[in-house]
């Protein structure tokens, strides 16, 4: 029979903290975008799907060597930038179908901007992640 020490299990204890503590920090940036594909190659492999974890495995080699924390944050920033324009386009496509007063070309049109700012939020949405 092994006997802990009070020292030995305090430690023990505070790794565990410090582990669970660490784990509840979600990832963000590359870090985050690297353990979403590595969950898809663990869900292909689990399917038998060998095509589909090939693809992963290459596209997790692409984040691995190329993915900086900086340039996907750019790129989330341009893509948001990209989409308030596409709302600002659905808007005025919205104004010229309220002008013209026709209740179908209105109802099409507030669609698509619903669907613009839509995209939008969760563009901003992955900014954060």
Known sequence: MKIITTSCLSGLLLATVI?????????TGCAAKRQEVET???HARAHGNKAQEKKLNI?????????TDEGLRKEREADIKKKENNVAE???ELEKAQA???TQKIAKQQKKL????????KAKNKLTQ
Do not use: F, N, W, Y
Request: proline share 3%.
């Open 59 to 67: 596209a997790l080699k692409q984040i691995v060597d190329h993915c």
């Open 100 to 102: 013209s007063g026709k």
């Open 40 to 42: 898809q190659i663990e």
């Open 114 to 121: 619903q669907e613009a700012e839509t995209e939008l939020q």
């Open 90 to 92: 659905r808007k005025a």
């Open 19 to 27: 582990t669970t503590a660490h784990a509840a920090e979600p990832l």
